[in-house]
């Protein structure tokens, strides 16, 4: 049964895996070689690799009760900077550009970005949700993170591209009570009988959905 089983499976070394394994180690060699000409990319301290994280949140309920929101990810990369302060990173295999991570736009105020970042169903605000909550977990668990940043392989020169939070501080909030106030808001959102359910702008998200054959999508 097991020599079925494994039949069955496309080795590593064989067909597409074997084309999608050269493209990968093409790309790290890339990255590797270009980080001696990216500005104060080196010396590169990596103190954690596919690191998991994960944080336990009591959030109040409008009713009084408290629900224990888990949290839970696998931060690709975590640096330690020259200064001993840490940086999330996390990989992206697509073309992501700087301004993407930029959810506060000129000239406007930090309330506008929190709403961006807590609500918009846009790639650029998934984003920088992701490395948020990387952020978050890390603090919560006593490494609070200097920096939350993405390398994407198709833009390899642009090297670690900051994702800034600084709107969600700005009003003298420290980044973990920010971060438990917008948590709770969100969970009372989601339970909100009178919040509509929507189907998704992000028709990437349906490919792997697993209700995908009941949504009608
Ligand atoms: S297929 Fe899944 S992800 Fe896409 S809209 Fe339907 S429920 Fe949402």
């Known amino acids: 049964m097991r020599q079925e089983e494994d039949e069955r499976h496309a080795r590593p070394d064989e067909g597409l895996n074997h084309v999608l394994g050269q493209v990968a180690a093409q790309l790290v060699r890339r990255y590797l070689e270009g980080l001696p000409e990216q500005v104060g990319a080196l010396p590169l301290q990596i103190s954690g690799l596919e690191e998991i994280l994960q944080a336990e949140i009591p959030v109040t309920l409008p009713g009084g009760d408290t629900l224990q929101l888990r949290l839970y990810g696998i931060a690709d990369r975590l640096d330690e900077l020259p200064d001993g302060r840490l940086r999330v990173v996390d990989y992206k ?91 709770t808001n969100f969970v009372h959102r989601i339970l909100d009988p009178a919040e509509p359910i929507r189907k998704t702008d992000d028709l990437l998200r349906c490919q792997y959905c697993p209700y995908k054959g009941i949504c009608a999508r």
Do not use: C
């Open 93 to 183: 295999t697509g073309l992501v550009h700087a301004h993407e991570l930029r959810l506060q736009k000129r000239g406007e105020d930090a309330t506008a970005a929190t709403q961006r970042l807590l609500t918009d169903a846009t790639p650029s605000a998934d984003k920088v949700r992701q490395l948020w909550l990387y952020r978050f977990m890390l603090e919560r668990s006593g490494r609070p993170a200097a920096d939350a940043a993405i390398i994407s392989l198709r833009n390899l020169s642009a090297g670690p591209m900051t994702a800034d939070m600084g709107f969600l501080t700005e009003d003298g909030t420290s980044f973990l009570d920010k971060g438990q106030e917008l948590l």
